[in-house]
């Protein structure tokens, strides 16, 4: 009896745990959603944007089922319930794992699909980018970017030339001052010399692209989702072990 006791609470804690994770995945789905902000304009690809606050929100109200469904089963030593979780849980587990073999089966076929572009990113730049002193979300949104990774752009400096909508409002300026190297990490931190930075002296503008900084960022955490996917794996295999069985020892 210990050890059921034991068993059932711990499947209840996890399955609280499940629950508030569940929540917060739904509440980021609705968040982006609903997009109270003007999210989705920050960035280029707002269709794959969307599906995945879609995606997040429909993963959030399942897990939230699933921890709702374990903690009622644990509490109130039902067996039908439990059976439930375990079948849900034991389909979740079959369906990751399919999807874990068949990507790392097709991963090299998959791989052009999978790749982002960095001219959707640079076209987007070119035609919506203001300068510095603009005030809609989506300049604002890159002058923040740029400032805080100390990068100019998605390529490098170029990216302000003729054609684009930056050049068009600002013809005397060749990149905007968020370009420009500063005494902190702050956007309100006093530029290095601005005459130096449009001459591109070395150590007063950023060379390097947005594109290629955020790329050598994630090279460094690339082994967090597949870390993250055994734990998830490995928690499930739990949970499955422990509804199984309090469902052969519940009355």
Same mark, same amino acid.
Request: glycine share 10%; net charge neutral; with cysteine.
């Given at each position: 009896m210990?050890?059921?006791s034991?068993?059932?609470?711990l499947?209840?804690?996890?399955?609280?745990?499940?629950?508030?994770?569940?929540t917060?995945?739904?509440g980021?789905?609705?968040?982006v959603?609903?997009?109270?902000?003007g999210f989705q304009?920050?960035?280029?690809?707002k269709?794959?944007?969307?599906?995945g606050?879609?995606l997040?929100?429909?993963?959030?109200i399942?897990?939230?089922?699933?921890?709702f469904?374990g903690?009622c089963g644990?509490?109130?030593r039902?067996?039908?319930?439990?059976?439930?979780?375990?079948?849900?849980?034991?389909?979740?587990?079959?369906?990751?794992?399919?999807?874990?073999?068949l990507?790392?089966?097709?991963?090299k076929?998959?791989?052009?699909?999978l790749?982002i572009?960095?001219?959707?990113?640079?076209?987007e730049?070119r035609?919506?980018?203001?300068?510095d002193?603009s005030t809609?979300? /989506?300049? #604002?949104?890159?002058? %923040?970017l740029m400032?805080t990774? =100390?990068?100019?752009g998605?390529l490098?400096p170029e990216?302000? +030339?003729?054609?684009s909508?930056f050049?068009?409002?600002?013809?005397?300026?060749?990149?905007?001052?968020v370009?420009c190297?500063?005494d902190g990490l702050?956007?309100?931190?006093?530029?290095?010399?601005?005459?130096?930075?449009?001459?591109r002296?070395?150590g007063?503008?950023h060379?390097?692209?947005c /594109?290629s #900084?955020?790329?050598r %960022?994630?090279q460094?955490?690339i =082994?967090?989702?597949?870390?993250?996917?055994?734990a998830?794996? +490995?928690?499930?295999?739990?949970?499955?072990?422990?509804?199984?069985?309090?469902?052969?020892?519940?009355?």
């Amino acid at each position: 009896m210990g050890v059921l006791s034991c068993m059932k609470y711990l499947m209840f804690i996890f399955n609280v745990l499940v629950f508030a994770g569940g929540t917060c995945l739904a509440g980021v789905g609705v968040w982006v959603a609903v997009d109270p902000a003007g999210f989705q304009d920050i960035v280029a690809t707002k269709a794959v944007l969307s599906a995945g606050a879609y995606l997040l929100l429909a993963v959030g109200i399942a897990l939230s089922l699933l921890g709702f469904l374990g903690c009622c089963g644990a509490l109130r030593r039902s067996r039908p319930l439990l059976l439930v979780f375990f079948i849900l849980v034991s389909l979740v587990f079959i369906t990751q794992l399919v999807g874990a073999i068949l990507f790392l089966v097709h991963w090299k076929q998959m791989a052009p699909i999978l790749q982002i572009q960095p001219e959707l990113f640079l076209s987007e730049l070119r035609r919506n980018y203001r300068g510095d002193e603009s005030t809609e979300v /989506f300049s #604002t949104a890159w002058n %923040t970017l740029m400032v805080t990774f =100390s990068c100019c752009g998605v390529l490098g400096p170029e990216d302000f +030339g003729n054609g684009s909508r930056f050049q068009e409002l600002h013809p005397g300026m060749p990149w905007p001052r968020v370009c420009c190297a500063r005494d902190g990490l702050l956007q309100a931190g006093e530029l290095l010399g601005w005459e130096q930075c449009q001459d591109r002296s070395p150590g007063y503008i950023h060379e390097q692209g947005c /594109f290629s #900084t955020f790329g050598r %960022t994630l090279q460094k955490y690339i =082994s967090v989702p597949g870390t993250c996917s055994l734990a998830v794996l +490995g928690i499930e295999i739990f949970a499955m072990f422990f509804a199984f069985c309090l469902y052969y020892n519940f009355d």
